[in-house]
């Protein structure tokens, strides 16, 4: 499944001209990572610094030129030492290597029997990424590494385990996907007739028009919140960590999102031209009696600039 | 806008781990939030990533708070297991301490294995006594094995002895099982006593080990200096000095010799051996058929010298026999408390020829002496 960085997208469309980076900066920073010891030289390791921080732009708005202050903030914001690791692997390096395997391996075992929960699919999913990242994949004749798209933001362990999980969930979309039709002669029963969708009162059809609306008014990360709580079941304390706040926090948040969605939703009511009365009793309706997709208009409502810029 | 087309595009593993460990800046974290609240697939992924990053971190925090081994801590470790430790050591030193004394009667054993078997020629139904009284069959047997293996090496005394009284030497050597020392002690007091006749009350005697041991040293200092000051002339003299020698090989490979002590020559008269049949005959018949007291109660203690037999039964009567225990005759009570062990007076007093009398201890440790066995007078 294809994937991008998001300031690719971000970037899109802008002339992203790297800003020259300081010769003494990358000396600094070249003798701390020790980027000799996994056979990177000085021009080779300005590249990488150079490709990476024209990327983001040294983290700044696009278009702004950093000083050297700002591009020393910005390369101390990243994983140097990561970043240089996988790169020398990603070139093949024995040492690095080496070094990757004995640093990496076990938890990565460990990461891939947790993510699929089996100890035999763990194993064969991070043997399978082991392989991916040594390069065995080739691309016009060309060993192709996961290991090149790594850029030094976040960890190499963190970077590990989310690409362990986009195997394992692409994996396991592609195989639900392709499951045999069931035999009917083995138990199989044929879905019930579906009754005959009964006319929607036009109070209804008002109620479902304001709460897409509303839906699509919410912010991004209220949106995210509804979704991983209502949709996916997810629970406070696995959303907390992702957000960077108190579990107590996102129920406070929840319960506000939930409350000023039902005052959206009146209001909307109210804009489609019903009487606060007849609004609040259009929201006191039996929510089975609506038709609504919730999952889908989570999906398309307020189109984000990620997917825009990309489709560009 | 076909939405379908726009969900296969995804941020990559970078920007998805940037996001969780909030390495990303606010415009990009912005994006990649947005697409998050509408994309089930990335959602399910930064979940599943972060899940596995929270066990990594439970695993590594368990092992961190699991106790690591330093130096010193196996006292910490086993400060339950002292007790115990402490209470074996005290029980294995308790045996340790113990142990000799309770091993000490092996003289006494040594002693009377071979007084069965020794006096040759021993009928063969004496015989089969003698060995369903040997305490200690297969020790004796291997015992005989190295004898007969150590023969070759041996003198003519000793092989002579050897052959004479196998039991005595083999119940020595498995004496020297328990203690080499006490083994040479044993054979040193079977080479005198069985020369002499009041070896055939210590054949009955209940002797305190301490004394017994005593005694041996003594016998086995003289035992030495007979043999080498006076020629045996006779047969069993010849196997007093085999045993002996025997003794004194036993004491050499025991360890360093014991100084000797310069006691009286004579150990052994020609009298003295010339009683020995008679006293023989009289210990195998009472050996045979102990004796039957008038008070039907039984033997405590007995003593033989010069035809007397002196016997003390459960309740401390004192009965004397002069026809070896045909006929019985109580002792008048001459003594005080209750008589618990009577014992020929020679041979416990000195290595010189037998003197005659009995000695008769009460529960006190009183001592009483009679030369008839029937007139007492404390010591």
């Known amino acids: 499944m294809p994937s991008q960085p998001v300031e690719a997208s971000a970037t899109a469309g802008i002339s992203a001209v790297p800003e020259p980076i300081h010769n003494a900066l990358v000396e600094e920073l070249w003798r701390e990572?020790?980027?000799?010891?996994?056979?990177?030289?000085?021009e080779r390791f300005r590249e990488i610094l150079e490709?990476?921080?024209?990327?983001?732009?040294?983290g700044l708005a696009p278009g702004a030129a950093a000083t050297r202050r700002q591009q020393r903030d910005f390369f101390r914001g990243l994983r140097l030492a990561d970043l240089v690791l996988a790169?020398?692997?990603?070139n093949?390096?024995?040492?690095?290597?080496?070094?990757?395997?004995?640093?990496?391996?076990?938890?990565?075992?460990?990461?891939?029997i947790a993510i699929t929960g089996s100890e035999t699919l763990g194993r064969e999913l991070a043997d399978q990424l082991y392989a991916e990242l040594y390069g065995l994949t080739t691309r016009d004749g060309v060993r192709r590494s996961p290991l090149d798209s790594y850029r030094g933001r976040g960890s190499l362990m963190g970077w590990l385990r989310t690409t362990l999980a986009q195997r394992h969930v692409d994996h396991h979309r592609r195989t639900r996907r392709e499951l045999p039709l069931d035999d009917p002669a083995d138990g199989y029963e044929p879905p019930a007739a579906i009754p005959e969708p009964e006319t929607p009162s036009a109070d209804l059809l008002l109620l479902g028009r304001a709460i897409e609306e509303a839906l699509r008014q919410l912010a991004a990360e209220e949106r995210f919140l509804l979704a991983a709580y209502y949709l996916d079941g997810r629970t406070l304390l696995e959303i907390a960590p992702l957000?960077?706040?108190?579990?107590?926090?996102?129920?406070?948040?929840?319960?506000r999102v939930t409350s000023g969605l039902r005052k959206r939703i009146a209001r909307n009511l109210q804009g489609l031209g019903l009487s606060k009365p007849a609004a609040q009793e259009a929201l006191d309706a039996d929510p089975r009696d609506l038709n609504l997709n919730l999952k889908k208009i989570l999906q398309i409502s307020s189109l984000d600039a990620f997917q825009e810029k990309a489709t560009l | 806008m076909n939405t379908t087309s726009q969900l296969d595009l995804h941020p990559d593993a970078e920007s998805l781990n940037a996001f969780a460990e909030q390495a990303l800046a606010a415009p990009e974290r912005e994006q990649v939030l947005v697409h998050l609240a509408r994309c089930s697939r990335c959602r399910q992924v930064i979940f599943l990533a972060h899940q596995a990053a929270a066990d990594a971190e439970t695993s590594a925090q368990v092992a961190a708070a699991r106790p690591t081994t330093q130096p010193g801590m196996w006292f910490l470790n086993w400060r339950f297991a002292w007790v115990p430790a402490a209470a074996l050591a005290a029980a294995l030193a308790l045996v340790v301490t113990f142990h000799p004394r309770h091993t000490a009667p092996a003289p006494e054993m040594a002693k009377l294995t071979p007084l069965s078997e020794s006096t040759a020629p021993v009928p063969q139904e004496q015989a089969a006594t003698g060995a369903a009284h040997n305490p200690a069959p297969a020790l004796v047997k291997k015992s005989i094995a190295r004898d007969v293996e150590l023969g070759a090496h041996r003198g003519p005394a000793e092989n002579l002895?050897?052959?004479?009284?196998?039991s005595a030497a083999s119940t020595a050597e498995s004496g020297e099982i328990a203690g080499s020392s006490e083994s040479s002690h044993a054979v040193t007091t079977l080479s005198v006593e069985s020369a002499s006749q009041p070896v055939a009350a210590a054949h009955y005697q209940p002797e305190p080990a301490a004394a017994a041991v005593q005694q041996d040293q003594q016998q086995f200092s003289g035992t030495l200096s007979a043999g080498s000051a006076a020629p045996p002339v006779s047969l069993k003299s010849m196997q007093a000095e085999a045993y002996t020698a025997h003794a004194r090989r036993q004491a050499a490979s025991a360890g360093p010799r014991r100084p000797q002590q310069s006691a009286p020559a004579a150990s052994f008269d020609m009298n003295t051996q010339q009683q020995l049949p008679e006293l023989t005959d009289s210990l195998k018949a009472r050996k045979a058929n102990p004796p039957k007291l008038p008070s039907g109660l039984a033997v405590v203690s007995t003593a033989i010298a010069q035809n007397l037999v002196l016997v003390i039964d459960q309740t401390g009567a004192l009965f004397l026999s002069g026809d070896s225990g045909q006929h019985w005759e109580q002792v008048a009570r001459q003594w005080t408390g209750r008589a618990i062990e009577v014992r020929a007076k020679t041979g416990l007093s000195s290595n010189a020829a037998p003197a005659g009398g009995f000695e008769l201890k009460n529960e006190a440790g009183s001592i009483?002496?009679?030369?008839?066995?029937?007139?007492?007078?404390a010591q």
């Open chain 1, 33 to 42: 990572c020790s980027a000799s010891a996994y056979g990177l030289e000085r």
């Open chain 1, 51 to 58: 490709r990476v921080a024209a990327a983001q732009n040294f």
């Open chain 1, 87 to 90: 790169r020398a692997c990603a």
């Open chain 1, 92 to 112: 093949g390096h024995p040492g690095a290597w080496e070094h990757f395997l004995a640093t990496y391996r076990q938890p990565l075992t460990r990461a891939a």
């Open chain 1, 243 to 255: 957000l960077h706040v108190h579990e107590a926090t996102v129920s406070r948040k929840l319960r």
């Open chain 2, 161 to 166: 002895a050897l052959e004479a009284a196998p």
């Open chain 2, 368 to 377: 009483w002496a009679s030369v008839d066995g029937k007139t007492w007078t």
